[in-house]
């Protein structure tokens, strides 16, 4: 297996320590791009990372208290029954056919462009949901949103893998504009591991796993994710997500064109 691989994995590393967002973003299409793999191999290969690496995330999170198990219930509740639905179908249509790859590729694409919104706009929309509090969902409603909006997620990320971080956290700050980021981050992170991980499953049922990539991405991503959480906090947060979004915005564009 190339070395390049370990690379990769630390440089992704590095940029979600450093942003906390951007790893299914980043990694997916830079497999595909760079690398060749099949889309679909990517997608699966990305979702066992993902799920590891959430997985110590998620520990960390609870261990300070920043996980809202509540509303995590609320998004399993959407997300792994869509997961399961959503793995069922590549199944039926062939997740490794051609067709299918280039649907998937699409998928990618169009997951980055929405990640590289949500990264532009949080701001925007966290701040007029503070000017129209009547605007908020309470209630009954609040439930219904949410679950609704893990059965989106739960889609996108089985057929892409991209969607838990940046996609996810901007609709929590929507839904739930009281939490604080480490509050945003522990919950987008917890809700997350049982979706990548029923996700992953799916994939390695369909076939659609590579285990020794898998294995050199994340021995060069534990290092690149503890330096840059390390430096996170030497560069100003608006600037690191316009380098991503810029990044990503170019990821996208290549993928629509290939």
């Known amino acids: 297996m190339d070395f390049s691989y370990i690379v990769s994995g ?15 973003s980043l990694m997916t299409p830079l497999l595909t791009l760079m690398f060749g793999v099949s889309p679909s191999v990517a997608v699966g290969t990305d979702l066992a990372f993902a799920s590891i690496t959430k997985g110590a995330g998620t520990l960390a999170h609870r261990s300070r208290g920043n996980v809202h198990w509540d509303i995590v219930k609320k998004l399993c509740l959407g997300a792994l029954p869509a997961a399961v639905v959503a793995t069922l179908a590549l199944k039926r249509f062939g997740a490794l056919d051609e067709e299918i790859n280039h649907i998937i590729r699409y998928s990618i694409a169009c997951s980055v462009l929405l990640t590289v919104v949500a990264l532009l706009f949080r701001g925007r929309m966290l701040n007029w949901l503070k000017q129209h509090p009547e605007k908020q969902l309470q209630g009954r409603n609040l439930t219904i949103a949410t679950i609704a909006a893990g059965a989106v997620l739960g889609t996108l990320v089985t057929v892409s893998s991209i969607g838990a971080g940046a996609i996810g956290a901007t609709l929590l700050v929507m839904m739930y504009p009281r939490l604080s980021p480490a509050e945003i981050a522990g919950t987008d992170i917890a809700y ?52 991503l979004a810029t990044t990503l915005t170019a990821v996208a564009v290549k993928l629509l064109n290939a």
């Open 10 to 24: 630390f440089a992704v590393g590095v940029l979600v320590g450093l942003t906390g967002v951007g790893g299914g």
């Open 192 to 243: 997350a591991v049982p979706l990548t991980a029923i996700a992953a499953f799916g994939h390695w049922w369909l076939g659609s796993i590579n285990w020794e990539l898998l294995a050199m991405l994340l021995i060069g991503s534990v290092p690149g994710i503890t330096l840059g959480a390390m430096g996170a906090r030497a560069i100003p947060e608006k600037v690191l997500r316009g380098m």
